[in-house]
């Protein structure tokens, strides 16, 4: 038996950092965005024994613990640790986590990675928890318990899945308002956008505590107050269908955003963007705290490919992604059905083998 659980990743279409205290918690924050099909994976093998053994398939690495043992934080994926904390998992098993970007790409990856196992394993525990509750548990794990400095958005747009506006007060008050967009508009808005990895790793925590150190400072926090009011205004006219008017306001969100800490974006980021709007671009962002990662372009159609051709040539590598609507899932596969060893099926004129060894 293997117990997997699977979160998606998400691209911010505004309202980013605003989500982070103490913004969040004083003047309340307001995040816009969707879920996409790149994921994060994790896969629970129940042993007999008391081993717990992780594997980190991006990373190549393998962590072992003993359940009669104490949890220790000690740098070695330690998300991992926090979550077997959380859980209170004291059988043997194996753990497989994969995820389908790198750490700081921009896309939430960790907080997913971190929804993906309290998905798994509380699918393996029988724990019923409601999306609210998950959000919640791997917020305070993440931010709380590991110190991890970020804000509320990762860990519930992996947990609820699909087009969310979320409004954040601080803990334990955060209001998901899914989003009842026409297909036509989102297939539309899909074909519009274009995800370009830039080849630069951020690290989120940095650049976060570089713009709460500034929240005081009167430009970044009026950039935070129109982060804010963009996030409401992005929403209005993505369910209106007004798609150009959307992506000039990623432009907007985007200018807005970098007076939030220099840190934000750097020269090689900056030119990137220029020459996408130079070729046709009407706006975008980087995506996540900043820094490097993903870079998210909104393009007409008609000027689409030229907008490509050109982050390409400049070393930019475009992504094949679309929309998830789906939240995090969990299953159980059956391994015995794996290991059949010959396939027989009766045909009209005789039966047929297939040797499987």
């Known amino acids: 038996m293997v117990i997997r659980g699977r979160a998606p990743l998400r691209v911010s279409f505004g309202g980013g950092g605003t989500d982070v205290a103490p913004f969040c918690e004083q003047q309340g924050g307001a995040i816009i965005g969707s879920t996409i099909n790149k994921y994060a994976y994790c896969s629970i093998v129940p042993r007999k024994?008391?081993?717990i053994i992780v594997h980190s398939l991006d990373f190549d690495m393998t962590v072992k613990y003993n359940t009669n043992e104490n949890y220790v934080y000690d740098g070695r994926l330690d998300l991992v640790t926090a979550a077997l904390k959380a859980m209170d998992i004291k059988q043997g098993c194996e753990v497989y986590l994969q995820c389908d970007a790198p750490p700081g790409s921009?896309?939430?990856?960790?907080?997913?990675?971190?929804?993906?196992?309290?998905?798994?394993?509380?699918?393996?525990?029988?724990?019923?928890?409601?999306a609210y509750a998950m959000a919640d548990l791997a917020y305070e794990v993440e931010r709380e318990d590991l110190k991890i400095d970020g804000g509320y958005q990762d860990q519930y747009a992996a947990t609820f899945g699909g087009f969310n506006f979320i409004e954040f007060h601080g803990r334990n008050n955060v209001v998901v308002n899914p989003l009842r967009i026409k297909k036509d508009i989102i297939h539309e808005l899909q074909y519009n956008l274009l995800l370009c990895y830039t080849g630069k790793i951020h690290v989120s925590a940095n650049i976060i505590k570089d713009q709460v150190q500034n929240y005081e400072k009167k430009d970044a926090f009026d950039a935070m107050c129109e982060v804010k009011a963009l996030a409401y205004a992005m929403k209005d006219e993505l369910l209106k269908g007004n798609l150009h008017s959307f992506g000039k306001l990623l432009d907007y969100g985007w200018q807005s955003k970098k007076r939030m800490s220099n840190k934000i974006s750097n020269p090689q980021i900056d030119e990137l963007y220029a020459e996408a709007l130079k070729a046709g671009a009407l706006g975008g962002k980087l995506l996540g705290a900043g820094g490097g990662g993903y870079l998210l372009m909104y393009c007409p159609y008609n000027v689409r490919h030229k907008v490509a051709a050109r982050m390409e040539a400049m070393g930019g590598q475009l992504a094949d992604w679309n929309f998830e609507l789906r939240g995090a899932q969990s299953w159980v596969a059956d391994e015995d059905r794996w290991q059949y060893d010959q396939v027989k099926v009766q045909m009209p004129n005789g039966e047929y083998c297939f040797n499987l060894k």
């Not at 990675?113 to 019923?128: C, E, Q």
């Open 106 to 130: 921009g896309l939430g990856t960790s907080s997913t990675v971190m929804v993906a196992m309290l998905t798994a394993m509380a699918r393996w525990k029988g724990i019923m928890l409601d």
């Open 49 to 51: 024994d008391d081993q």
